[in-house]
């Protein structure tokens, strides 16, 4: 779904990512960990659109969109979430999903005057679509409530929920579990599994809670210095030297990441 190929970012001296590689196939939950400051959110905004890279290119499905912009790559299936929920405060949770598929006809002046029984049907379909996410994602009884008023983790499950307007090829996931109590980061975790396996979306997602990726992703691959430093599943990264030393620094041999 997802190739990148010696992909670097430079900020002036400072390599963010530097020379990384990587695969993400289609129908995967991949994960992406790696200490602070390892380049993973940087190659999130790189791959999505939102800063160039410095070399290196960035494939979907065996296209070059390496330097396509954001809202270009929405429309080619792409999304991504941030580890800082962007929800329209203001807007209701269903207003939320509602405002996600572009090109709306009621966005058209002519079509307000002229086609209004073409808006009026269209918007019935966003509506059905808009409940049956929140359905889905368990946010019916909130569905008036504004987006503003939620708590971090009901924010994170709208964001996932945004993204199911627009059945997406694939989503970047940052750190949907930051901030997220145990509670609704297992309902987050039970709709991203069920999207994956019962609608077949391939997802790749930056977390440091070992647990929540080791229920959840397969392969991992982990981050150190803006490169890749190891992939396989959960239990080979815990238990993989390089990596060890990587999050806990030299002289912890034998020891695993929990």
């Not at 987006?147 to 199911?164: F, I, V």
């Not at 080979?236 to 030297?241: A, L």
């Amino acid at each position: 779904m997802i190739f990148v190929k010696n992909l670097s970012k430079n900020f002036g001296g400072i390599k963010a990512v530097s020379n990384a590689s990587l695969t993400i196939n289609e129908g995967s939950i991949t994960g992406l960990i790696g200490p602070n400051g390892a380049g993973k959110t940087t190659l999130f905004n790189v791959i999505a659109g939102v800063y160039p890279p410095s070399h290196g290119k960035v494939f979907l499905e065996n296209e070059n969109i390496t330097h396509l912009p954001p809202h270009e790559l929405f429309a080619r299936g792409l999304m991504r979430t941030f580890q800082i929920a962007h929800e329209f405060s203001s807007l209701t949770v269903r207003e939320n999903l509602m405002m996600v598929p572009e090109n709306q006809s009621g966005e058209k002046l002519i079509d307000i005057w002229i086609r209004p029984s073409n808006i009026k049907k269209e918007e019935a379909e966003i509506t059905k679509k808009a409940n049956e996410v929140m359905d889905f994602l368990q946010l019916s009884s909130l569905a008036n409530e504004f987006a503003g008023n939620l708590s971090g983790g009901q924010k994170k499950l709208l964001e996932l929920g945004r993204t199911m307007m627009v059945e997406p090829k694939v989503v970047f996931l940052d750190e949907v579990g930051a901030g997220v109590n145990r509670t609704l980061l297992s309902t987050i975790g039970e709709a991203i599994q069920r999207l994956n396996r019962d609608l077949g979306y391939t997802f790749c997602m930056i977390e440091h809670d070992m647990e929540f990726i080791s229920r959840l992703c397969d392969p991992v691959i982990v981050m150190a210095e803006g490169t890749v430093l190891a992939e396989g599943t959960a239990e080979e990264i815990k238990e993989n030297q390089s990596v060890i030393e990587a999050y806990l620094g030299t002289g912890q041999k034998n020891k695993k990441l929990r």
